[in-house]
């Protein structure tokens, strides 16, 4: 897309909502293959599971030090009230083991979504979405819409209009999806193919420029359903 290597902001919610989006009710929102690359990104498509990285704690030696009691649930088949109490026990164990703060993370599903229950609270009823409702892989795909949409302003137009500021949003809101021209990161500069969180723990782009440019070229021009 080219662009400048100024630091970009997420464009918030004044973006509006998305085109073929009527009275609330969700019509697919994201193309199929945009979901597909944020999800490869950020789970490799697993719709059952939380954020990895802190399920198993080590010692300075390799040595597991302590495991998380419920981390081979499956988050697909849990309601949106149980999921909240996942992601509840998840965070406290991490800081009972003494996790730093800013090294927490209680990601869950194929997108990695943190405010699952802000999400639903706030937009869920325009959506057919409630506390009750499974989070299993429709509810997921609809969280990634409001998601995209409502909480960040990635929406359709933008991706059309200025596909780089889009790129730009979409790799500040998911640390395995690349950023598209040398810009500077959360920690540090970064250039095109890294994540904007380089630098940053563990954190790295999964997925190449080249996929990740096109996906949001065919979500701005064709504009299809997912």
């Given amino acids: 897309f080219g662009g400048s290597s100024s630091q970009s902001t997420a464009q918030g919610q004044s973006q509006g909502q998305s085109q073929g989006q009527s009275q609330g009710q969700y019509t697919g929102g994201p193309t199929e293959e945009l979901k597909n690359l944020i999800r490869s990104a950020e ?14 704690i080590y010692d300075a030696n390799g040595r597991v030090k302590a495991e998380f009691s419920r ?7 849990m309601t949106i009230t149980q999921l909240d109490q996942f992601q509840t026990d998840y965070l406290n164990f991490q ?12 990601a869950a599903g194929a997108y990695q979504i943190l405010n699952v229950k802000d999400l639903v609270q706030k937009y869920g009823k325009d959506y057919g979405l409630d506390m009750d409702s499974v989070f299993d892989k429709k509810t997921q795909d ?3 819409e409001i998601f995209l949409e409502k909480e960040k302003g990635l929406t359709r137009q933008l991706a059309a209009e200025n596909p780089t500021e889009f ?9 395995g999806v690349p950023v598209l021209q040398t810009m500077q990161g ?3 500069q ?21 996929r990740t440019e096109e996906a949001i070229r065919k979500y701005g021009n064709l504009g299809g359903q997912g």
């Fill in 43 to 56: 789970s490799g498509g697993d719709y059952t599971t939380p954020y990895k990285g802190n399920l198993v």
């Fill in 71 to 77: 981390k081979d649930e499956d988050l697909s088949t």
């Fill in 95 to 106: 800081k009972a083991q003494g996790i730093p703060d800013d090294q927490r993370s209680a």
């Fill in 142 to 144: 609809i969280l990634i």
């Fill in 167 to 175: 790129s730009k949003g979409l790799a500040r809101a998911f640390a």
């Fill in 186 to 188: 959360r920690n540090q």
């Fill in 190 to 210: 970064v250039t095109r193919g890294q994540s904007y969180y380089a630098g940053f723990g563990k954190n790295a782009a999964t997925i190449g420029a080249d």
